[in-house]
Nanobody
């Protein structure tokens, strides 16, 4: 039972990437899903969260207007579309849930997958 993030890579400033979060061992359509990130030498932080049916989302102020979270419950997958990437977006990105309808928090998540590394550099 886990969520696995993928889609990271090296991208130039101003570029785009789409991250995917795939669920295995359970269906995620009953739970809110969050994206988090941890930059080198910094604490993990929340980036975005999408509601159970995808009709509402929240974003950190640092990514609002540039990142878009979405979900395809039929594919058991959540996405994070990242545009206008900046060097400060460089981090390992994780998706997570606390198996409730509320947005997960750093304190409520019990299991963190491996994450996917996003590097924004010229």
């Amino acid at each position: 039972v886990q969520l696995q993030a993928s889609g990271g890579g090296l991208v130039q400033p101003g570029g785009s990437l789409r991250l995917s979060c795939a669920a295995s061992g359970f269906t995620l359509h009953r739970f809110a899903i969050g994206w988090f990130r941890q930059a080198p030498g910094k604490e993990r932080e929340g980036v975005s969260c999408v509601s159970v049916n995808g009709d509402s989302a929240v974003y950190a102020s640092s990514v609002k207007g540039r990142f878009t979270i979405s979900r395809d419950n039929a594919k058991n997958t959540v996405y994070l579309q990242m545009e206008s990437l900046k060097p400060e977006d460089t981090a390992v990105y994780y998706c997570a849930t606390d198996y409730t309808r509320r947005c997960p928090t750093l304190d409520s998540v019990d299991y963190w997958g491996q994450g996917t590394l996003v590097t924004v550099s010229s």
